[in-house]
């Protein structure tokens, strides 16, 4: 369902119409699940953050500005969540196992098929290879299609800093194609 589709339903929903928000949640949750899944590893994390997601899409729907893509404003709330997930992270890692490496689980293939119809399977892992703030970019730029200057507004950081995480994880990438030995040119 597209942004235009769902106008009438989100307008519902910001009065309370929890079944008009459950329809919104069924539009939009494929997408917000794959998203999360791209940006952090562990399934329960993925779950937990999906759902905050959408919680925090219910308190704040009066924030929401019907001039601009519905799915632009759900993008914004599910990086800034992820951030903030990473950020609560790492601050329980420094404080209860300051000398332990923190091991991620493997995604574990639950939504395989939608991922490799997406995108070819060895790219995908180079890209979960990179770091956070250059797989982010990444991810909104060839998954979501957004302009640079809207990833800058998503991530409300400057646009030169998106550019240049853009162009460093395009190097990156290049690099460990041509160490695997693939075919596969990144542009």
Not at 33 to 46: E, G, P, S, W
Not at 165 to 173: D, Q
């Amino acid at each position: 369902m597209k942004d235009n589709e769902l106008l009438s339903w989100l307008e519902k929903a910001k009065l309370g119409d929890e079944s008009a928000f459950e329809l919104v949640y069924q539009a939009t949750h494929q997408d917000v699940y794959r998203t999360v899944a791209f940006l952090v590893y562990n399934k329960q994390d993925i779950e937990d953050i999906v759902n905050e997601v959408y919680m925090s899409m219910w308190r704040t729907f009066q924030t929401y500005d019907p001039n601009r893509p519905f799915r632009f404003w759900l993008h914004g709330i599910t990086v800034r969540l992820v951030q903030d997930w990473k950020r609560k992270t790492w601050r329980r890692i420094r404080l209860f196992e300051r000398n332990r490496r923190m091991t991620c689980e493997h995604f574990d293939g639950t939504d395989k098929a939608v991922l490799q119809f997406e995108m070819q399977h060895e790219l995908f892992s180079l890209v979960r290879q990179l770091s956070y703030k250059l797989r982010v970019v990444v991810i909104l730029r060839y998954f979501h299609d957004y302009a640079l200057e809207e990833i800058a507004d998503i991530l409300q950081i400057p646009v030169g800093t998106v550019k240049s995480r853009h162009h460093l994880a395009m190097k990156e990438l290049r690099k460990r194609i041509e160490m695997t030995g693939g075919d596969a040119y990144v542009h």
